[in-house]
């Protein structure tokens, strides 16, 4: 049982380029999010999901796409990097959001836009 | 939104001593208010959470109590040591139908002094 599996830990991109972080989790999870960190700024939500099929925005979703084929799956893509969207991300899952249960984390991305 | 305010920003205690981090919340319906610990380059961890019809919650060294008129709840650790020391991320967040977000605070980085 691997938990929430994030990669990659380390990322560089130039302003323009496009990418995908990956998150799985093998806990059969309904719920899937990803988050920002930022210094100063805490953890923000950028996107979720609440089953296959089901994604919704969250408080910072601009610059970034989400989709969610499988159960186990929830990368996020970023279509044209910026520089602003320098950040760690953390992508955390839960069994379901009926009850507001425990978020388990991923070990998270640091991704520096140049 | 909800909007989740953490103080202090910083703490810094003497190994033994107390800390007491303390967060405000805005909006009345949220009923779930988690307490994160991420220790440096590390993922968040839940280490305690209380639902809105508890007013303390208690395990071990640390405790939260929740106060709903006034819209605040907070963290104590007792006795602390110098594991103890990392960013603590308070949370709120609220059943709605399908969807659920966690608003985060802005953390806590605290430091046990030996």
């Known amino acids: 049982n691997a938990g929430v599996t994030q990669t990659p830990k380390f990322q560089v991109l130039k302003t323009g380029q496009s990418m995908t972080l990956q998150c799985a989790q093998d806990?059969?999870?309904?719920?899937m999010s990803w988050y920002r960190q930022d210094p100063g700024m805490g953890l923000r939500l950028i996107h979720y999901?609440?089953?296959?099929?089901?994604?919704d925005q969250g408080e910072v979703p601009n610059g970034y796409n989400v989709s969610r084929s499988t159960t186990e799956d929830f990368p996020l893509r970023l279509l044209s990097a910026a520089p602003s969207q320098t950040s760690v991300y953390f992508c955390?899952?839960?069994?379901?959001?009926?009850?507001?249960?425990?978020?388990?984390f991923g070990s998270g991305t640091q991704l520096s836009v140049l | 939104g909800e909007n989740v305010e953490q103080h202090p920003s910083t703490l810094s205690v003497q190994e033994g001593d107390s800390a007491v981090i303390k967060c405000t919340y805005s909006?009345?319906?949220?009923?779930?208010f988690p307490w994160y610990k991420q220790e440096l380059g590390k993922r968040p961890q839940l280490i305690i959470d209380i639902r809105s019809n508890v007013g303390e919650k208690k395990d071990q060294r640390i405790a939260v109590t929740l106060n709903k008129t006034a819209k605040h709840f907070s963290l104590h650790i007792t006795e602390t040591q110098p594991e103890d020391s990392a960013v603590y991320f308070c949370?709120?967040?609220?059943?709605w139908g399908t969807g659920n977000q966690f608003y985060f605070g802005t953390g806590t980085s605290l430091t046990v002094i030996p």
């Open positions: 806990m059969n999870h309904e719920y």
């Open positions: 955390a899952s839960s069994y379901t959001l009926a009850t507001n249960e425990k978020l388990f």
């Open positions: 999901s609440v089953g296959a099929g089901i994604t």
């Open positions: 949370a709120a967040s609220k059943n």
């Open positions: 909006d009345s319906a949220s009923n779930y």
